[in-house]
Each structure stands twice: as structure tokens, then as C-alpha cells.
């Protein structure tokens, strides 16, 4: 029953704290230097032409929630990684984690394959829910057998990872030191983008079955306090572009328990001796 209460409380509290604000994702200020924040990229270096990303895109457009995923109807998703820019580069990973036991991993990128352009697809069994494959392909569109791994998850849902110089940080913020929130998402609406991938020259719609995952590698913890001391929080760290994933919210009778078991909490402190 304590368990019970805990994930209510959870639960509760995180639907408050997402109603409350989007993350805060820095515009200047990048540790990386003057025009490298991910902003100044999607604004001023993959728009393509007939497309204007606006000033502030990085905070007005965020997709959310963006803690908990699942595979579209195909059971297919197309990973591509577009980008990173870090002291990290060449210790980085990436993948999806099991919900039940966020130590259970698989790893889509890791750091000898975690390079721009790089193409991964992840798969999930359509006879057993939660057995998820995940292998890399050629320039060429061809699945390196070599590559080829599977892992059975508790649950068809899924958290993210990024693995960065030794620290893990997940797509659920509470699992991460201070509650930092790491990862920012964006969904595409048609924009017309150069990413970093494609031939130079050449442009591809960003569609809206498509994912833009965008990670900061270091821990901003109590944002206030750390974001412009121990971390920039430009989120240029590593970015990902997956397609045919959709988020998953709390489940609302487990979020309205967990909200009102908030307000317990409240009333019973402020009940007198």
C-alpha cells in the first residue's frame, strides 16, 4: 500500500509540475560557443528554404509529455541519429529502457556508432508486447546483421536514455539527480529542414510522425541553480530524430489519485498537533 502511495504521489506530482511549465531550453549563453545552442541551429542552420523557425522555438513548441513512449501501430520506428556537439563526443549512447526496472536497457547507438547520420531502426514484436530489436543499417538502407539485438521489456512502453561520459540520464526526470529534466522533445509539422544528414543542398520535409529528441549531458538538476554554473542547458548534446513513436501519459485515474492524495498531503500537515 506505501508502494501504491508513492507512485500516486508520483504520479500527481508530476502531472502538476508538467502543467506548470515546459522546460526551460537556454537560447544563448551555449558552453559550446556564440551560435551553437540548438535553437541557433534549427533556426539559422537546418531551415530550409520556404521554412522560418521561430526565435523562441526551442520553448514555445516543445512536445510533451515526453517521459514515457511507445511504438506506433507498424511496431517500427526509423532512428536516425542527426546530430551531437560535446566535450562527450565519441562516450555517448543511446536507447530505450524498460519502465519496470530502468536498468534493463537497450542500447540503439552506442559510442563507436554514435555518429551524424547513422541509422538505426527499432522493432517491436507484434506476437510477444514488450520484445523489442533494435539493429543498424548501411548508408544503403541494408540491416547490419552484426548489429542485430533483442531484449524483452516489462511493458510495450518505454523510457529513453542517453548515456554521457559515464552518467545515464532518462527521459523520466525524477529518475535523474535532482529531478533535471535532460531531454526536451519537438514534433515536426511539415517544415522543410536541411538536417545535418541529408547530401548538402538537399532538404526533407519534418513530418508530424516524426520525433525530434534533443539532450542536455549535463545534469541540470535544480534548473535554477545549475543552469550557467555546471550546465548550459542548450540541449545540443545529442540530438536523435525518431520516427513512428508517440508519448504516453500518466494514466489519469492513477494521476487524479495521485493528485488527490497530493491534497492530502497537504491537508494533513496543516492539521494542528
Known amino acids: 500500500m506505501k ?9 500527481g506530482a508530476a502531472l502538476l509540475t508538467g502543467a506548470a511549465y515546459a522546460t526551460p531550453v537556454a537560447t544563448s549563453g551555449s558552453y559550446d560557443g556564440a551560435g551553437k545552442t540548438l535553437q541557433d541551429y534549427l533556426q539559422n542552420v537546418w531551415a530550409g528554404p520556404g521554412t522560418t523557425i521561430s526565435p523562441n522555438f526551442v520553448n514555445t513548441n516543445q512536445y510533451s509529455p515526453d517521459e514515457m513512449w511507445t511504438i506506433g501501430s507498424t511496431a517500427t520506428s526509423a532512428v536516425t541519429f542527426v546530430f551531437e556537439l560535446t566535450s562527450n563526443n565519441g562516450n555517448n549512447s543511446f536507447g530505450i529502457y524498460d519502465l519496470g526496472n530502468p536498468a534493463h536497457m537497450l542500447t540503439i547507438y552506442d559510442a563507436a556508432t554514435a555518429a551524424a547520420g547513422q541509422r538505426a531502426v527499432l522493432t517491436e514484436s507484434l506476437t510477444t508486447p514488450g520484445e523489442f530489436t533494435t539493429y543498424l543499417m548501411t548508408a544503403g538502407g541494408v540491416p547490419i546483421a552484426s548489429s542485430i539485438q533483442t531484449i ?8 529513453l536514455f542517453m548515456g554521457a561520459g559515464g552518467a545515464t540520464y532518462y527521459s523520466q526526470a525524477a529518475l535523474n539527480a535532482g529531478g533535471g529534466d535532460q531531454l526536451v522533445a519537438y514534433q515536426g509539422s511539415g517544415q522543410n529542414m536541411q538536417w545535418p544528414f541529408l547530401a548538402p543542398g538537399t532538404s526533407k520535409p519534418w513530418l508530424a510522425n516524426e520525433i525530434l529528441l534533443a539532450w542536455e549531458d549535463l545534469p541540470v ?18 540530438v536523435i530524430l525518431m520516427e513512428s513513436i ?28
Not at 508513492?6 to 504520479?11: D, N, Q, R, T, Y
Open 3 to 11: 508502494a501504491f502511495k508513492k507512485i500516486a504521489l508520483a504520479a
Open 246 to 273: 508517440k508519448s504516453v501519459p500518466v494514466p489519469a485515474p492513477l494521476a487524479l489519485l495521485g493528485m488527490g492524495m497530493l491534497g492530502m498531503g497537504v491537508t494533513l500537515r496543516r492539521r494542528p498537533a
Open 221 to 238: 538538476g535544480a534548473r535554477s541553480g545549475n543552469c550557467g554554473q555546471s550546465a548550459d542547458c542548450d540541449y545540443n548534446d545529442m
Open 152 to 159: 524483452t521489456f516489462s511493458s510495450s512502453v518505454f523510457g
